[in-house]
Nanobody, 125 residues
Framework: EVQLVESGGDLVQAGGSLRLSCATS????????IGWFRQFPGKQREGISC????????YYDDTLKGRFTISSDNDKNTVSLQMSNLKPEDTAVYFC??????????????????WGQGTLVTVSS
């Protein structure tokens, strides 16, 4: 059974940093890419960044490139999202998802095969 479990969401002040983790089980990073999305209230999920052995690091949203960094620990089957200089507008539920990078593309929600349950990030002003 494939499972993705996000952690690390918290309440943080503007300008602060958070590190989100996506712990995976039941899948191999040889076969799946991992992407991070976020969802604002009342909105659809938006792609942030992805990482895979096939394509390396992809930023779906280039505006986040200077503040958000994706990385993977293949030994621990975990993908992290380091977020810095957080802003109140970053407040959202953050999700990780797994997809086959041969057939699907980073940041495209319908192409994701597996999802985590999400973790809430709240940035106060």
């Amino acid at each position: 059974e494939v499972q993705l479990v996000e952690s690390g969401g918290d309440l943080v002040q503007a300008g602060g940093s958070l590190r989100l983790s996506c712990a995976t089980s039941g899948l191999s990073f040889d076969d799946y890419a991992i992407g991070w999305f976020r969802q604002f209230p009342g909105k659809q999920r938006e792609g942030i960044s992805c990482i895979s052995k096939r394509d390396g690091v992809i930023y779906y949203d280039d505006t986040l490139k200077g503040r958000f960094t994706i990385s993977s620990d293949n030994d621990k089957n975990t993908v992290s999202l380091q977020m810095s200089n957080l802003k109140p507008e970053d407040t959202a539920v953050y999700f990780c998802a797994a997809y086959d990078a041969i057939y699907n593309r980073c940041g495209i929600e319908p192409g994701m095969d597996y999802w985590g349950q999400g973790t809430l990030v709240t940035v106060s002003s």
